[in-house]
T-cell receptor, first 112, second 111 residues
Framework: RKEVEQDPGPFNVPEGATVAFNCTYS??????FFWYRQDCRKEPKLLMS???SGNEDGRFTAQLNRASQYISLLIRDSKLSDSATYLC?????????????FGIGTKLQVIP | NAGVTQTPKFQVLKTGQSMTLQCAQD?????MSWYRQDPGMGLRLIHY???????DQGEVPNGYNVSRSTTEDFPLRLLSAAPSQTSVYFC??????????FGPGTRLTVL
């Protein structure tokens, strides 16, 4: 099983739709979680951190489910400008050792 | 602030050549990292540094060297380029390993 798994998509959704992505992780000791956005041929940029209590930023909501070991990203009222690849990131720290694992990303295409 | 800068943007090498990818940041971040991104794979950590003079290996360190003589700079050296090192390379910096700021990337082709 991969350490971090994402459905690569693409997810093709109409403008205004709500879309959700999940990302599962295998190591239950993982400690911090993030969503990054990456536009085509550009660098990843931090979208939001993910907390157990949930995290909302405008149209974006991120959730962490430790029991089932997944994180989610919900995008409401999709805009054409939301078209991008969304990467989940899982961090693990143990005894001075740190490991950052990126998922392969989920591609979102918002269509007019 | 320029943020994280990388040079060159594009590079073509022949097998066996060596080169250095440059990375600099002006945010006074202690943490800096190098990743490679290949189609169908997530970004993979090559090497990272938690401060000047301190570096450590990531997931895929073979064939690469790093050094960190200053807080600002974190160059990545390819010792003897191989076609398997054809990739997009990203440098990142952060206050901690968590929320990282990435440079624009270097697209490297090894023939």
């Amino acid at each position: 099983r991969k350490e971090v798994e994402q459905d690569p998509g693409p997810f093709n959704v109409p403008e205004g739709a709500t879309v959700a992505f999940n990302c599962t992780y295998s190591n239950s000791a993982s400690q911090s979680f993030f969503w990054y956005r990456q536009d085509c041929r550009k660098e990843p940029k931090l979208l939001m951190s993910v907390y157990s209590s949930g995290n909302e930023d405008g149209r974006f909501t991120a959730q962490l489910n430790r029991a089932s070991q997944y994180i989610s990203l919900l995008i409401r009222d999709s805009k054409l400008s939301d078209s991008a690849t969304y990467l989940c990131v899982v961090n693990l720290y143990s005894g001075g050792y740190q490991k950052v694992t990126f998922g392969i990303g989920t591609k979102l295409q918002v269509i007019p | 602030n320029a943020g994280v800068t990388q040079t060159p943007k594009f590079q073509v090498l022949k097998t066996g050549q060596s080169m250095t990818l440059q990375c600099a940041q002006d945010m006074n971040h202690e943490y800096m990292s190098w990743y490679r991104q290949d189609p169908g794979m997530g970004l993979r950590l090559i090497h990272y540094s938690v401060g000047a003079g301190i570096t450590d290996q990531g997931e895929v360190p073979n064939g690469y060297n790093v050094s960190r003589s200053t807080t600002e700079d974190f160059p990545l050296r390819l010792l003897s380029a191989a076609p398997s090192q054809t990739s997009v390379y990203f440098c990142a910096s952060s206050y901690s390993i968590d929320e990282q700021f990435f440079g624009p990337g270097t697209r490297l082709t090894v023939l």
